[in-house]
């Protein structure tokens, strides 16, 4: 199993912090966003050399930082982060990826550990984890048919919605291939490097079967500085 974690993203609303740290570095009570993610990953015994993070804005800061306490995680660069979104992020890391499952975060999302035992331990290869029956206007929303997931979306109504989506994924050896088919289509074809993963992610339940791993336990996407108070009250 491989992890890959997004963050070249510029976190511009979480100013003034942005201007001087990236997003992911930004601490909720003295833990790192990103430390908080890779001891998640760590701590379900997935190795520093299978996770690899995707860097951009303020790159120097984020290497010196995994290079130091992290020795053996794989760094990539985005060097176009500034015109791009977080699937041309993830397409740069399809070779490390390669013919295996692998679990996929966004750098910005906090959570508990149990998280990733249950995901890991999860049955079904195409996982996405949802907080069910919730409803939040700015998160990715998923709709259900049957038992599987059928749509995912941040424009999907409060009546349509299951619940949402909390940024983390786990794709099979299968999916993980018609993954990264449909992200060559969109990038090299229809020539848009500035979408979400989760427009890819949509179009791939049409080839391959994806179910919820409904769980409570505590998570926060820290978009904004309320965002970054709730998490310190919650954590």
Same mark, same amino acid.
């Given at each position: 199993?491989? &992890?890959?974690?997004? &963050? ?38 997935? /190795?520093?050399?299978?996770?690899? %993070? ?24 985005? /060097? ?46 195409? %996982? ?91 998570? %926060? ?15």
């Amino acid at each position: 199993m491989k &992890a890959v974690i997004l &963050a070249a993203g510029v976190g511009s609303r979480l100013r003034p912090f942005t201007e001087i740290i990236p997003k992911c570095m930004i601490e909720v009570n003295n833990v790192k966003i990103i430390e908080k993610q890779i001891s998640n990953l760590v701590r379900n015994n997935i /190795k520093l050399e299978d996770i690899v %993070v995707v860097v951009g804005y303020k790159k120097e800061k984020i290497e010196k930082y995994l290079n130091e306490v992290y020795k053996g995680i794989n760094i990539i660069f985005n /060097k176009d982060y500034e015109k791009t979104n977080n699937m041309y992020s993830l397409n740069l890391v399809k070779n490390f990826v390669k013919d295996e499952e692998f679990i996929l975060m966004n750098a910005d999302v906090y959570f508990e550990d149990k998280i990733i035992e249950e995901l890991i331990a999860e049955k079904h290869g195409n %996982v996405i984890v949802c907080d069910d029956g919730i409803y939040i206007e700015e998160s990715m929303k998923i709709t259900k048919q049957d038992e599987k997931i059928n749509k995912i979306s941040k424009s999907i109504s409060k009546q349509d919605a299951y619940g949402v989506s909390i940024d983390v994924y786990k794709f099979s050896k299968e999916g993980n291939a018609e993954l990264f088919n449909i992200i060559h289509n969109i990038i090299y074809v229809e020539k848009n490097v500035n979408s979400w993963t989760e427009v890819a992610i949509d179009m791939l339940f049409e080839k391959q079967d994806f179910y919820s791993l409904d769980m409570k336990y505590r998570w %926060v996407e820290i978009d904004n500085l309320n965002d970054l108070k709730h998490a310190e009250e919650l954590f």
